[in-house]
Every structure is written in C-alpha cells, then in structure tokens.
Nanobody, 124 residues
C-alpha cells in the first residue's frame, strides 16, 4: 500500500511562489505515474500536473508556464514548484499516484493512491 504525505502549502500574495513536496512510502515500485490535483471549495477536484516514470510531464492549461512538476527518485519525493501564483490557484492540493502509465487529460478517477492534501491560499 502506497502512502503519500504532502507538505509545503501556505499563504502567499499574488505573484509569489511556493514549492509543494510529496513523500511516498510503501510499495512505491508499483507507481508508474504521479500527479498533483487541487480542489477549491464547491468545485470538483482538477488535475494540475503529472509526471511519468520516465519523466514525461503534462500540465493543465491553467498552470502551464507557471508550475513545474518534478521528482527525486532517490528520495521518493514528488515536487510542484508554483510561481506567479494567482488568487484562483487557492485550493487544497493533493498528491496522487497511479499504478499504471500516465493517461491524459489528468483525471482524479484514474489515480489509485492519495495524500491528505496541503492548503494553498493566494491573496490579491
């Protein structure tokens, strides 16, 4: 069973930056794709970015050019560098893992394992 623990959320002003981290443990060898999702109050969970086992990345249009997903295999850690943050980026951000190859677009129902989330709040 894969466990995912996110960290790095917080409050920042518009235009600022944050870096989210997600540490994976327990059965990480079965995850071929990892991703970041977010969910704002009253809205559906949406895919933000994903990265394959070979390092191929995919981004939602809303974050393309501002966010960067990366991973450090030796530390079993996934990152999301978020720059030029906007108030509409405010949400609970989740790390997720998928036991198979990445599929696009990024959909929550395609992921098997989830973290508890870390809150990101961007003020104007």
């Amino acid at each position: 069973q894969v466990q995912l623990v996110e960290s790095g959320g917080g409050s920042v002003q518009a235009g600022g930056s944050l870096r989210l981290s997600c540490v994976a443990s327990g059965g990480t060898y079965i995850t071929d794709c990892m991703g970041w999702f977010r969910q704002a109050p009253g809205k559906e969970r949406e895919g933000v970015a994903s990265i394959s086992v070979r390092g191929s990345t995919y981004y939602a249009d809303s974050v393309k050019g501002r966010f960067t997903i990366s991973k450090e295999n030796a530390k079993n850690t996934l990152y999301l560098q978020m720059n030029s943050l906007k108030p509409e980026d405010t949400a609970l951000y989740f790390c997720a893992a998928r036991a198979y190859f990445c599929v696009y677009p990024i959909r929550a129902r395609d992921y098997n394992y989830w973290g508890q989330g870390t809150q990101v709040t961007v003020s104007s």
